[in-house]
């Protein structure tokens, strides 16, 4: 009797060099630092953006460049992760056909840990990208997603480092490399690293990519490495009075006679009653001077000379208390930012102005014509424009 035995498939078998523990290290290193700083700068961007009650009385509104740095380096961390990740992943990837695959039930659930870390940080950076570059093909909201994404990562990441503590710490130092140990005669065979020189010029590689990544990107924020900047996302033509321009007026749909000098009013709503301005008024109130940055969530950055009226003498005006909470409305119907509510520590800093001019001028249309907000140390989403309304809640 002829009995027939099916063939096992076979795993592949990778004999390329640098798919090993000591180069996962090394990028491992450079990586986990980006996911840090990513990380952190992503929680001090959320509790800026979105405080809860406890925080939003105490939000620091200095220093007013604050959240212009944390967000610059959040964007251009985040795009340094993607050739990080990417060479991490070539690095680990035959790992991937490890045979058989599933040795035990720790090893299944390391390598559910790992299905984890590698889905949630690829989803978390792509998410920042299309973010960045104004796409949005989800049907979810890109905040919610992103926000919880960055906890599931974390947590993956450092139940990964914990698992892999022994691997990390055996190949923190690097070994020496092979021509080192050819001379020092009784050398351990285990010390001696023949992929050394090959280990460098990866590495190099993966640096030179990260450095060209942030040199053509992060111009958007550090003002003087503008002439780099290849990939910013923002449409070349929107730049107005030296400042970027996210939604023109026309996409915001605020283009009727409210919007024009004389037909827009302005109410400011307190204890005391309702105020109703015209640009005039409004233009003849004590007006005041202030340079302070936009900084987009999206990683973009300027510095502007803004004039105008301080959103705490209006106030003041109506009988708002000191720590009033106060709702801005915009002439702008429909979206998010259409009402935008200010904690009070922006609503009394003297640096917040219900903006008229911007470099001297008055405001184009599509930076907010005839006035917008400008507060320090505030994500560019709440510095709204085409103001109409103020009023304490
Ligand atoms: N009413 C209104 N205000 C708005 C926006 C908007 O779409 N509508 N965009 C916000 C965003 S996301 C940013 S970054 C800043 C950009 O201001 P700018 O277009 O004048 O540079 O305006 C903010 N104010
Ligand atoms: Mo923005």
Redesign the pocket.
């Known amino acids: 009797m002829v009995t027939r035995t099916r063939a096992l498939p076979r795993p592949p078998r990778f004999r390329g060099r640098l798919h090993d523990p000591r180069t996962a290290t090394v990028i491992g290193r450079w990586l986990g630092a980006g996911v840090a700083v990513c990380f952190l700068t992503g929680l001090v961007s959320h509790g800026l953006q979105t405080p809860p009650g406890w925080l939003a009385p105490h939000l620091p509104t200095r220093p007013v460049w604050g959240y212009r740095v944390t967000q610059g380096l959040h964007v251009a961390t985040g795009l340094a992760l993607v050739p990080l990740l990417l060479a991490k992943l070539w690095t680990v990837y035959p790992r991937l056909f490890v045979w058989p695959p599933v040795r035990s039930p720790a090893h299944a659930a390391e390598r559910l840990s790992i299905t984890v870390l590698v889905s949630a940080a690829l989803l978390e950076v792509c998410l920042g990208m299309t973010n960045i570059t104004q796409w949005y093909p989800w049907p979810f909201s890109f905040r919610t997603v992103h926000w919880a994404l960055a906890w599931v990562m974390v947590g993956a990441l450092l139940v990964h480092v914990v698992v892999k503590a022994p691997v990390i710490a055996a190949h923190w130092r690097a070994a020496r490399p092979a021509r080192a140990a050819g001379t020092a005669g009784a050398a351990d065979a285990d010390d001696v690293d023949p992929d050394a020189g090959d280990r460098r010029a990866l590495l190099l590689g993966v640096g030179a990519a990260v450095a060209t990544v942030t040199a053509v990107t992060v111009g958007q924020t550090v003002t003087p490495l503008r002439p780099l900047t290849l990939l910013a996302p923002r449409h070349p033509d929107h730049h107005q009075q030296g ?5 023109t007026a026309a996409e ?1 749909g ?1 283009t009727g006679t409210d919007a024009t000098a004389d037909g827009w009013r302005l109410r400011v709503v307190g204890p005391r009653g309702t105020l109703t301005l015209s640009l005039a008024e409004v233009g003849a109130l004590p007006q005041h001077t202030a340079r302070l940055p ?1 900084a ?3 990683g973009w950055s300027a510095t502007a000379d803004w004039g105008g009226v301080r959103v705490a003498d209006l106030l003041a005006r109506v009988g708002a208390p000191e720590d009033a909470t106060v709702r801005v409305v ?1 002439l ?1 119907r429909r ?1 998010a ?2 009402v935008m509510e200010m904690p009070p520590p922006y609503a009394r800093d003297p640096l917040t102005l219900l903006a008229l001019r911007l470099g001297g001028e008055a405001l184009s249309p ?3 014509f005839p006035a ?1 907000i400008i507060a320090p140390n505030r994500p ?7 103001v109409s309304r103020i009023e304490t809640l």
């Open positions: 400042l970027p321009v996210n939604r915001a605020v936009i987009c969530v999206e915009s702008q979206g930012f259409s599509d930076h907010g917008r560019g989403v709440w510095q709204t424009k085409w």
